[in-house]
Antibody, heavy 121, light 111 residues
């Protein structure tokens, strides 16, 4: 069945870096755009970034632009999120999600279980 | 801060009907972009509940239904069950922000 499994979260000091991974199975990874969405403690969902099926067409939320980089390795069926210059407000559970797209009408299905990132000194 | 506004909480007794509103603007819902709804159980990743304003993925009970009008959308749950107790989020695209946006989220409590 379709599965997305995030990893790489942890506790990191402000200003440091962390790389998240999302390993997928059960579908042809190279056919789909992929997203990262995060959820701060006790808060709602916030879209973070998207990457096209072939690694092109990256787009970012203003809150992470210039600090985070989304990438993918279609040969390894894995999505990544490189997070640099981390701040306290980046503390959240990070989810990866597969997109289904018609022009800008995008829905996310399915989602992973999430990985916790805590930025603290 | 989210551009899609939902009530923080709604509640109902088992068997009752509850509705959750999602209010946007002319740059997202009102611009014709689809609204999708997600259910999130505690400690879990979200699950797609309604897509394209009114459509249910396979496996989603027909107790859940969606609608859209103007700059708003709604999710209705009829015949409320204990297992429906969760957080619910709407989602769309905003052309002014050039970003995918989520609602503020609504906690459904079954009394």
């Amino acid at each position: 069945q379709v599965q997305l499994v995030e990893s790489g979260g942890g506790v990191v000091q402000p200003g440091r870096s962390l790389r998240l991974s999302c390993a997928v199975s059960g579908f042809i990874f190279s056919n789909y755009g992929m997203h990262w969405v995060r959820q701060a403690p006790g808060k709602g969902l916030e879209w973070v970034a998207v990457i096209g099926n072939d690694g092109s067409n990256e787009k970012y939320a203003d809150s992470v632009k210039g600090r985070f980089t989304i990438s993918r390795d279609n040969s390894k069926n894995t999505l990544y999120l490189q997070m640099n210059s981390l701040r306290g407000e980046d503390t959240a559970v990070y989810f990866c999600a597969r997109e289904h797209r018609f022009q800008e009408n995008v829905k996310f299905d399915p989602w992973g279980q999430g990985t916790q990132v805590t930025v603290s000194s | 801060q989210s551009v899609l506004t939902q009530p923080p909480s709604v509640s109902g007794a088992p068997g009752q009907r509850v509705t959750i509103s999602c209010t946007g603007s002319t740059s997202n819902i009102g611009a014709g972009f689809d609204v999708h709804w997600y259910q999130q159980l505690p400690g879990r990743g979200p699950r797609l509940l309604i897509y394209g304003n009114t459509n249910r993925p396979s496996g989603v009970p027909d107790r859940f239904s969606g609608s859209k009008s103007g700059t708003s959308a709604s999710l209705a749950i009829t015949g409320l069950q204990a297992e429906d107790e969760a957080d619910y989020y709407c989602q769309s695209y905003d052309s002014s922000l050039s970003a995918y946006v989520f609602g503020t989220g609504t906690k459904v409590t079954v009394l």
